[in-house]
C-alpha cells in the first residue's frame, strides 16, 4: 500500500516571494506522482504529473516539481507566487504496476498575501 | 468541451433521509471515481467504475453507501438514512482509459450538509 504526507497543512506567504510545499510518499513499488490544485467552490485540476523520464516537471505557469526517489519526495516550487496562487493543493500518488486507485494527501493551503 | 458535472451544488438534508448525489463524466471516460472531502481532510476514496467491470467498493464507509454507473456513463451515489458526519463534499471524477498514468478529471462536487 502506498501512502502520502503532506506536512504543512497551511503556507502563508507573501506575493512575489518563493514557496515550496512539501510531498513525501511511501510505496514498495514503482510509483506515479501527481499535484492537484483546489481554487475555492471548485473541483480539484491537475497541475503536475511525473510519469516517468525528467525527474524535473513544470508548468506554464511557474510552477515545478522535482521527483526525488532517494528521499521519496516531489516537492513543488514556485520562484514567485501571485495572489491568485491562492489554493488548495494535493498532493498524490498511483502505483505504476497495480490499483489505479490514487492516494491523496490531507492537502496545503497555501495562502498568498499581498 | 464539457468537463465533469455534478448535481445538485448543495444539498441540505435531515438526519436519516436519504439522499442521491449524481455525476455526469467526461463523455467517453470508461474510469469514474467517487471521493469524499471533509474539512481539513484530503480525499478519502470511496468507489471506482471501469468499463463493464464490477465496481471497487472497498472505500464505502458503510452499508448506507451505495453507487452505480447506468450505461457506463451517468452515475449516482446514494447514501441511506444519513448522518451528520456525512457531511462533507462529494467529488467525482473520470478518466479516460483503465491506466494509472491517465489524468482524473474532476467535477466541481456536491456540498452535502446534514442537520
Known amino acids: 500500500a502506498q501512502s502520502v504526507t503532506q506536512l504543512d497543512s497551511q503556507v502563508p506567504v507573501f506575493e512575489e516571494a518563493p514557496v515550496e510545499l512539501r510531498c513525501n510518499y511511501s510505496s514498495s513499488v514503482s510509483v506515479y506522482l501527481f499535484w492537484y490544485v483546489q481554487y475555492p467552490n471548485q473541483g480539484l485540476q491537475l497541475l503536475l504529473k511525473?510519469?516517468?523520464?525528467?525527474?524535473l516537471v513544470k508548468d506554464i505557469n511557474g510552477f515545478e516539481a522535482e521527483f526525488n526517489k532517494s528521499q521519496t519526495s516531489f516537492h513543488l516550487r514556485k520562484p514567485s507566487v501571485h495572489i491568485s496562487d491562492t489554493a488548495e493543493y494535493f498532493c498524490a500518488v498511483r502505483t505504476s504496476g497495480g490499483s489505479y486507485i490514487p492516494t491523496f494527501g490531507r492537502g496545503t493551503s497555501l495562502i498568498v498575501h499581498p | 468541451g464539457a468537463g465533469v458535472s455534478q448535481s445538485p451544488s448543495n444539498k441540505v438534508t435531515e438526519k436519516g433521509k436519504d439522499v442521491e448525489l449524481r455525476c455526469d463524466p467526461i463523455?467517453?471516460?470508461?474510469?469514474l471515481y467517487w471521493y469524499r472531502q471533509s474539512l481539513g481532510q484530503g480525499l478519502e476514496f470511496l468507489i471506482y467504475?471501469?468499463?463493464?467491470?464490477?465496481?471497487?467498493k472497498s472505500g464505502l464507509p458503510s452499508d448506507r453507501f451505495s453507487a452505480e454507473r447506468t450505461g457506463g456513463s451517468v452515475s449516482t451515489l446514494t447514501i441511506q438514512r444519513t448522518q451528520q458526519e456525512d457531511s462533507a463534499v462529494y467529488l467525482c471524477?473520470?478518466?479516460?482509459?483503465?491506466?494509472?498514468?491517465?489524468?482524473?478529471?474532476f467535477g466541481p462536487g456536491t456540498r452535502l450538509l446534514v442537520l
Open positions: 467504475f471501469q468499463g463493464n467491470s464490477a465496481p471497487d
Open positions: 471524477a473520470s478518466s479516460s482509459q483503465q491506466g494509472s498514468q491517465e489524468t482524473q478529471y
Open positions: 511525473y510519469l516517468s523520464g525528467s525527474t
Open positions: 463523455s467517453g471516460h470508461t474510469a
